[in-house]
């Protein structure tokens, strides 16, 4: 029986995790808020970076916007492939999960990010290319920006939405040329509030996607899904915030401060969720709202014994809205996975409804 002190405790995390709980256990059911993605018939497996053939320099903008294409293909029901990107090993043991989920998939390993976008110009997926400079300077990983600093793989990224472009830095346009690709926007000394003051009407109003320049991870569900993508809290992120339709999604992760990043989103109402270093969102999520969702005990309040008086201490591990954590490292051996879990009463909370709708593999 739960001790009285833990009423008020108990009641509210009954009302926060039992709708959590409900959408992880019938999702069929339940209010469906994340972008959705058709099921796919093959995936084009992207071999670990150093191996990719006939990709000089830094290639690995050019497949996240070729896998970002051929989500926008799946899902206007123009292509059956998506890209699967190469990454650490969490993202290893996810794909091959997936893979074992689902046999019916056929995976198809290529060389290089040229070859899925030579299978996009096959079904009329890309239209071209977009110039982007990656940022390599020295300022520390989710630092914002200085605010006259342009932020050229954002505003790509936010571009090769709407144009149906890949992405290349300047080292690779012989390539995309030797393609037959053209050039279709240069966004080279460019920041997305220049692509939000001429294009705002023409992005999703469900949700954002906010990443450091520095980072890929993500990009593909962001094109795919049309979302502008942006990085800091200055312009034009409140007016990107401020078109969503209410409970909307703040993707990624916008750095800076954590309670002003989350305190810019939540105050207009919008769900912040930690998923800037996932890899492959797009595949996780396919067809999963057609998927069966994992079965969960929810609470009984009349468990709970208010006749007992005695003092209690809770121990609660929480980062409950990450779902980035999930797909990495909470089940290694520092957290879930440790083995000593279990010797001790603890509790843990999880992001329930986000990984029933975007993975019902790792919900499981």
Excluded at 5 to 32: M, N, R
Excluded at 66 to 80: E, S, T, V, Y
Excluded at 228 to 251: I, K, Q, V, W
Aim: charged share 20%; aromatic share 10%.
């Amino acid at each position: 029986m739960i001790r009285p002190v833990f009423q008020k405790a108990a009641l509210c995390w009954s009302l926060i995790c039992i709708p959590s709980l409900h959408t992880l256990a019938d999702a069929s059911s339940s209010p469906w808020y994340w972008p959705t993605v058709p099921a796919v018939q093959r995936v084009l497996v992207l071999p670990p970076v150093s191996q990719w053939s006939n990709a000089k320099a830094d290639a690995r903008l050019l497949a996240q916007s070729a896998g970002g294409l051929a989500g926008q293909a799946l899902i206007a029901g123009k292509g059956d492939f998506l890209v699967c990107n190469p990454g650490d090993q969490y993202a290893k043991f996810w794909t091959d999960a997936f893979k074992k989920a689902h046999p019916e998939i056929i995976f198809e390993p290529v060389a290089s990010p040229w070859d899925a976008v030579e299978k996009l110009k096959q079904i009329g997926a890309v239209d071209g290319y977009i110039l982007a400079d990656l940022d390599r300077s020295d300022r520390p990983l989710e630092k914002h920006l200085p605010a006259d600093a342009p932020d050229s793989v954002n505003a790509a990224t936010s571009l090769a939405a709407l144009l149906r472009a890949v992405i290349v830095p300047p080292e690779l346009e012989d390539q995309a040329r030797a393609h037959g690709l053209k050039l279709l926007a240069d966004a080279r000394g460019m920041h997305p509030r220049e692509v939000f003051a001429r294009h705002a009407d023409r992005f999703s109003k469900e949700a954002v996607f906010s990443l450091d320049p520095k980072k890929m991870e993500g990009r593909d569900f962001a094109i795919a899904h049309k979302l502008f993508t942006f990085f800091g809290r200055e312009d034009p992120a409140p007016s990107a915030y401020a078109r969503l339709n209410p409970l909307s999604f703040a993707l990624g992760w916008n750095g800076g401060d954590e309670f002003k990043t989350t305190d810019q989103s939540s105050s207009l109402g919008h769900i912040q969720t930690c998923t800037d270093w996932c890899v492959n969102l797009l595949l996780q999520s396919s067809n999963a709202r057609n998927r069966p969702a994992s079965p969960a005990a929810l609470f009984d309040p009349s468990q709970i014994d208010w006749t007992d008086t005695r003092g209690t201490v809770s121990y609660v591990m929480s980062d409950g809205d990450n779902v980035q954590w999930f797909r990495n490292n909470f089940s290694g051996p520092d957290w879930w996975g440790n083995p000593s879990r279990g010797k001790m009463p603890m509790g843990w909370s999880a992001p329930f409804s986000n990984l029933g709708q975007v993975s019902p593999l790792m919900s499981a």
